[in-house]
């Protein structure tokens, strides 16, 4: 297969192994305001690579994480006069329900920051003896000058650069504990208010980096197949996971593909919680078939940027109802139709570069052909390879 890997900038071949499960490690929600429609285009990706991997024959260790411990969640459990694991408890709850309504596949593994926060004490206590961290009044940094590679994922040219971007998406510059600007925390004295943790280095928190380098380390091993996630983390967040895994387990690479989806807009600006114009999937699934709107958001490229309409995403309805059709079409007695090109060119296309939407083109050619060829051909095998192809995608009008 060949998937786009961030880090390289290009596409190159994964090869699926043979002797042991693919590991991948997605970057989960933060559960204070869930589920929106850009968390499920973001996941739809990653449920389709496993779906066409495990087609190919091949196996998946999945592991996705809930960030339960993070500034944003505090601050809604604050404004919202809430405590912060009840927000944390309800919102995963919901986030869960959604999760099986779009038919997105259970993970392997399904951690809580609040719950391994002993493992990334080990880790951090390594760092130190490393060299690639310091202490300074209870909190613990890492020291981006012993890495000097840093960044290098962004593609932003250089330090300032880096450091606009850091600062824009959380970090504090100002920070007197700090060597330089650009280090980032890997334990943090909690704010009044904020759930603290014992440490060596006194009672606080971790910082949102190492949580996912203890969680992917404990779950999928020191190295990892794919690490994913959408395109905003691609910096600060994924640059820092890299250095400080490999500062501490000395092994090169952390990850061999690390893949991003695009980001959703809705009325011309990026769908965020901060903004407020999210469109949650508790709701579209009122409105239309999780089917059609997995169809919808799949028929677009992954990597790239896109602009949610509520409109287009309900005409997908169309698109379901035509499958759903095939899928029981009664056969004809007449000559057995072939749809083995369609079905080569729907694998194809996910095999280079998971081209979801050229997929589904070639998915509705399937469904085409099968409804025009019904009563005059017989559609039973052509009904076997369609009902194959549309598991790939997930539909559960599939199952």
């Known amino acids: 297969m060949q998937l786009f890997d961030t880090l390289r900038g290009h596409k190159a071949t994964l090869e699926i192994p043979k002797d042991r499960p693919l590991?991948?490690?997605?970057?989960?929600?933060?559960?204070?305001?869930?589920?929106h429609i850009g968390h499920a285009h973001t996941f739809l990706i990653f449920d389709i690579l496993i779906r066409y991997i495990r087609s190919q024959g091949g196996q998946v260790t999945y592991c996705q994480n809930v960030t339960d411990v993070d500034d944003p969640l505090f601050e809604r459990a604050n404004r919202d006069s809430i405590a912060w694991d009840v927000l944390a408890k309800r919102e995963v709850d919901q986030y869960l329900k959604d999760c099986k309504a779009?038919?997105?596949?259970?993970?392997?593994?399904?951690?809580?920051?609040?719950?391994?926060?002993?493992?990334?004490?080990?880790?951090?206590?390594?760092?130190?003896?490393?060299?690639?961290?310091?202490?300074?009044?209870?909190?613990?940094?890492?020291?981006v000058s012993s890495e000097p590679s840093y960044g290098e994922m962004a593609r932003l040219g250089g330090y300032e650069e880096l450091l606009k971007t850091a600062n824009e998406r959380g970090n504090n510059?100002?920070?007197?504990?700090?060597?330089?600007?650009?280090d980032f925390v890997?334990?943090?004295?909690?704010?009044?208010?904020?759930?603290t943790w014992p440490s060596p280095w006194g009672p606080g928190r971790p910082g949102w980096h190492i949580e996912c380098t203890a969680m992917s380390t404990r779950y999928l091993g020191d190295q990892l197949d794919i690490h994913g996630g959408g395109r905003d983390l691609v910096f600060p967040h994924h640059p820092s996971e890299i250095v400080q895994t490999e500062g501490y387990t000395g092994k090169r690479p952390f990850t061999r593909f690390?893949?991003?989806?695009?980001?959703?807009?809705?009325?011309?600006?990026?769908?965020?919680?901060?903004?407020?114009n999210l469109v949650f999937v508790r709701d579209a699934v009122l409105q239309q078939s999780p089917d059609s709107i997995r169809?919808?958001?799949?028929?677009?490229?992954?990597?790239?940027?896109?602009?949610?309409?509520?409109?287009?995403?309900?005409?997908?309805?169309?698109?379901?109802?035509?499958?759903?059709?095939?899928?029981?079409?009664?056969?004809?007695?007449?000559?057995v139709l072939n749809v083995n090109d369609d079905v080569a060119a729907f694998y194809a296309a996910l095999d280079d570069d998971l081209a979801m939407h050229i997929a589904l083109s070639h998915l509705k050619q399937i469904i085409t052909r099968i409804n025009a060829s019904s009563g005059t051909h017989s559609i039973s095998a052509a009904q076997q390879q369609l009902r194959a192809c549309a598991g790939v995608i997930g539909f559960k009008a599939a199952e």
């Open 23 to 35: 590991t991948l490690y997605v970057c989960g929600v933060t559960p204070y305001d869930t589920t």
């Open 102 to 143: 779009m038919n997105f596949l259970t993970p392997d593994f399904f951690p809580k920051v609040s719950e391994e926060i002993s493992g990334m004490i080990p880790i951090i206590e390594g760092l130190l003896k490393n060299g690639k961290a310091y202490v300074a009044n209870g909190n613990v940094f890492f020291d």
């Open 173 to 182: 510059p100002n920070d007197p504990n700090k060597t330089d600007p650009l």
């Open 186 to 195: 890997l334990w943090r004295t909690s704010n009044p208010g904020e759930p």
């Open 258 to 276: 690390w893949v991003h989806g695009g980001l959703t807009w809705l009325d011309g600006a990026k769908m965020s919680k901060s903004l407020g």
């Open 295 to 335: 169809w919808y958001l799949a028929s677009f490229p992954y990597r790239e940027d896109f602009n949610y309409i509520r409109a287009d995403a309900k005409a997908a309805e169309g698109e379901i109802a035509a499958l759903v059709t095939a899928l029981s079409a009664p056969a004809g007695s007449g000559p």
